[in-house]
């Protein structure tokens, strides 16, 4: 029994895998693994790269010369290959479509000076696809662009052909001459990019006229466009390793700005913006309230820097009163009258010293009636009689409920061991107790090593 629990447990854990890795692989369960494409997430995907080493995309494009990499976590059979963790260097997941700059050089059945090329689903020989009879599991058609040269991959998968044309470039543009128009001609009408959105992409090379370029120079790429229309220097199935320099440099030099905006966009939302005015909000409330805090330090200390002084005061005219009666009681002839003035002075002081000892004994005397009913107050916390019953009360009908379970679990445990001795003496034909050592016998074992479990 434990064995096949055990095989059972295991064929459940490799379904969850197959299942995990990919979600729709039932679906297409005659579809090769190797000739297959899927995108579940940024992390779980397959793609179409050539199947041997250091090829290009146009070159691997004939009967065995293509196969399926996928992702460390998406590759769920041998038969396909393995793309390193850090084949995408920037990548944009949406439902059914990824796209993104890549790094051919991680990736050794790619040149990294290739042009690229196109993989999909309802092209090549009789609209078979290209690698023929490839699929993206879950999907009815798909579309993949590698161009290694530089650095870009999309692949989009859609229910639609419509939304997976063939005649696209990895950003919309016209591949092949159509009838409405080209990227390069005097009409261009609107055209669906890979994405499934409708443009209006502007000739780039119109009438020969003169223009303002947007970079502050003749021409669309800073160069004059008046020229004989057969002096183009360049057409609608250039490639863009074969452009003329300069239009390479001004093409790479908008890609980059675009890029670089989408980074910043991307650290902007990073930054989680709105929290920094609550955080400045909460440090001006913080320091409104020490400022309050040391406005009212600085007025008691004015206080007492105030009473400080009356006191000082006081003490000056109290010497200075003292001092005449002495030396009136000195030189009673020169001294007199200051005797008469002051008569009253030693009845004034003790007074007023009286008066200020009374307010301090009283002030005392506040302070000692605070610190008994504090102490009062405490002692009133203590445990009561009837809160200690209450106490003793809840401990034993704890102790109850805990006797009762053990009681119960004691009771399932006995059950077991009925059950299992029934089972080993079915098995062994003896009706000796296994949990029993008996017999004298010195390290006897509980029957384990004799009962086969193993089910028929």
Not at 76 to 81: F, K, L, P
Not at 248 to 254: F, G, H, M, V, Y
Not at 289 to 298: A, P, Q, S, W
Not at 394 to 407: E, M, V, W, Y
């Amino acid at each position: 029994m434990l064995r096949l629990l055990t095989s059972v447990t295991s064929a459940l854990a490799l379904l969850a895998v197959l299942v995990g890795a990919a979600p729709s692989q039932e679906l297409e369960a005659r579809q090769a693994p190797d000739n297959i494409v899927y995108v579940t997430n940024a992390q779980a995907f397959c793609m179409i790269m050539p199947r041997n080493a250091h090829t290009n995309i146009g070159d691997s494009e004939h009967p065995g010369g293509m196969k399926t990499y996928c992702s460390p976590g998406g590759k769920y059979d041998n038969s396909q290959g393995t793309l390193p963790a850090n084949f995408w260097s920037n990548v944009e997941f949406k439902t059914g479509t990824m796209t993104g700059c890549i790094r051919p050089e991680t990736l050794d059945r790619l040149n990294s000076n290739d042009g690229g090329g196109q993989y999909d689903s309802s092209g090549g020989a009789g609209g078979q696809g290209n690698p023929a009879g490839s699929k993206c599991l879950g999907y009815n058609h798909y579309v993949e662009l590698v161009e290694p040269d530089v650095k870009r991959a999309c692949i989009k998968c859609c229910d639609v052909f419509a939304d997976c044309p063939l005649d696209k470039g990895l950003f919309g543009q016209q591949q092949n001459a159509t009838a409405g128009g080209s990227l390069f001609g005097q009409q261009q009408a609107p055209t669906t990019n890979l994405f499934g959105s409708t443009t209006q992409a502007p000739p780039l090379m119109s009438q020969p006229t003169q223009t303002t370029g947007a970079f502050g120079s003749t021409g669309t790429f800073g160069g004059s466009l008046a020229s004989q229309p057969g002096n183009v220097p360049f057409t609608k199935s250039t490639k863009f390793n074969d452009l003329p320099e300069q239009v390479r440099k001004t093409l790479e030099s908008i890609d980059a700005h675009i890029q670089g905006r989408v980074q910043i966009s991307k650290e902007l939302q990073q930054r989680k913006l709105g929290e920094e005015p609550t955080k400045g909000q909460v440090a001006i409330r913080d320091l409104h309230k020490e400022l309050v805090d040391i406005t009212n330090t600085i007025r008691n200390d004015a206080h007492l820097t105030q009473d400080l002084k009356d006191k000082v005061e006081q003490s000056v005219q109290d010497t200075i009163v003292t001092t005449r009666i002495v030396e009136g009681w000195r030189n009673p002839q020169s001294g007199s009258s200051y005797l008469k003035d002051h008569a009253s002075f030693p009845l004034e002081f003790f007074t007023r010293i009286t008066e200020q000892m009374g307010q301090r004994l009283a002030w005392y005397k506040t302070t000692i009636e605070q610190i008994e009913r504090k102490l009062s107050s405490s002692s009133s916390q203590g445990q009561t009689p009837q809160g200690i019953v209450t106490t003793l009360q809840t401990q034993h009908a704890t102790f109850l409920a805990l006797a009762s379970k053990t009681a119960a679990l004691d009771a399932e445990v006995q059950r077991i061991k009925t059950i299992y001795t029934q089972l080993w003496r079915s098995k062994t034909g003896s009706v000796r107790d296994p949990f029993t050592a008996g017999g004298g016998d010195a390290g006897i074992e509980l029957g384990m090593s004799s009962l086969n479990l193993s089910v028929r």
